[in-house]
């Protein structure tokens, strides 16, 4: 199975702020690698397909880089709305694997 | 607008079987494959399988052993069985679907609400 390790875990950050979060693959997995968002009680939501590709309806404001083993999720400047769990998911090759989740968080 | 909704029971006895349905409403079950997902409370997301419309299937090998995954396309509905189940199985399992499906562009971009199944007797 494909390891995701996201770092950090969590991190505390300001409204406005500029985020990053990274995911690295325990293999190279191209650029097949997506993100999701999470709020508490809800469904994750697709955020980023294909490393860098933007979901339809999600804003500009987020975007992703990245081949290989290593990632990266970024929210240019970070809105209220945005506090949520993160995660990567690879889909290189089955079992999909997700990355433990990145919890933002209101400092 | 395509939906999902999970459904079955919410309380299952240890070494009996999970059964769960997910109905899609605002499109057709055709043509695209349908995953499970599960999630323990306080804890990430783990794949549990998926299935195409024709009926084929790729199971997590983690759950292979226990689990079943059909399809009835004529009631837009797909099903998860899972057997001898535990506590470990306590979870919020969300129904999705996946495009393009079956290879390695795969993402899942509409997901059901998620439905909470415990474990315990």
């Known amino acids: 199975d494909i390891q995701m390790t996201q770092s950090p875990s969590s991190l505390s950050a300001s409204v406005g702020d500029r985020v990053t979060i990274t995911c690295r693959a325990s293999?190279?997995?191209?650029?097949?690698l997506n993100w999701y968002q999470q709020k508490p009680g809800k469904a994750p939501n697709l955020l980023i397909y294909?490393?860098?590709s933007l979901q339809s309806g999600v804003p500009s404001r987020f975007s992703g880089s990245g081949s290989g083993t290593d990632f990266t999720l970024t929210i240019s400047s970070l809105q209220p709305e945005d506090f949520a769990i993160y995660y990567c998911?690879?889909?290189?090759?089955?079992?999909?694997?997700f990355g433990q989740g990145t919890k933002v968080d209101i400092k | 607008q395509v939906q999902l909704q999970e459904s079955g029971p919410g309380l299952v006895k240890p070494s009996e079987t999970l059964s769960l349905t997910c109905t899609v409403s605002g499109g057709s079950i055709g043509s695209y494959y349908w995953s499970w997902i599960r999630q323990p409370p306080g804890k990430g997301l783990e794949w549990i399988g998926y299935i195409h419309h024709t009926g084929s299937t790729n199971y997590n090998p983690s759950l292979k052993s226990r689990l079943t995954i059909s399809i009835a396309t004529s009631e837009n509905q797909f099903s998860l069985k899972l057997s001898s189940v535990t506590a470990a199985d306590t979870a919020v399992y969300y129904c999705?679907?996946?495009?393009?499906?079956?290879?390695?562009?795969?993402?899942?971009?509409?997901w059901g609400q998620g439905f909470l199944v415990t474990v315990s007797s």
């Open positions: 998911q690879q889909s290189y090759s089955t079992p999909l694997t």
């Open positions: 999705a679907r996946i495009v393009p499906g079956g290879s390695s562009w795969d993402y899942f971009d509409y």
């Open positions: 294909a490393a860098s």
């Open positions: 293999q190279s997995i191209s650029i097949y």
